[in-house]
């Protein structure tokens, strides 16, 4: 399973990319807002920090003015991945944008049905928020289990990209389940890495390593 973080702090991303399980970056105009960075600017510098796939949003909704700006925005480096919002217009320039061979991930998906749309339109990758599902009361994970059943029916190469995590059990549950890809904020992904049992134990055994007396090398 891919690892992508999900903001535009390009120091929680300098930070990440070191342990080298980065694989990728989502940003979205929130994320931009709360930069408080150049939209370019920052993309750009996003892409030369992290090899993989980096999101960078459209903002129009409508077709012509979406090709227009992912014109723009492909422009900027090769591993650009363009968002664009699952509407018909969204969908529309996906299908046109994958034809060409540029990556695309369909963003804002609710729905099973959603991410079937987005696989026939050629996505890159389709984004489900689980999150987002989950604080209005319903269980988001059932619909990544859902895409997943569906995408293996019919050999979709679409990767499913779970975005909206709030925790880590989002991201054992889309292992599971066999999600391609994860997006999660920076203090998501650091959580991972921590259990106190694993604090405990190597205080003891550095303790007990002190008094050996010994050195190693
Ligand atoms: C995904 O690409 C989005 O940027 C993101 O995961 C949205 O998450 P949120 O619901 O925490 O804003």
Redesign the pocket.
Known sequence: MKFFV?TADINDIRELAETGLLDGV???P??IHKSGRKFMEVVEEICRVVPGPV?AEVVAADHAEMMREAEVLRKIADNVTI?VPLTIDGLRTCKALTSDGTMV?V?LCFTANQALLAAKAGATFI?P?V??HDDIGFDGMEIISDIRMIYDNYDFQTQI?V????HPIHVLESAKIGADVI?A?PSVIRQLFKHPLTDRGLEAFLADWGKTGQSIG
């Open positions: 999900d989502t940003t979205n929130s994320l999101s968002k991930n963003t984004s928020f999150g987002r990209l975005a909206s995590i709030r997006t904020p």
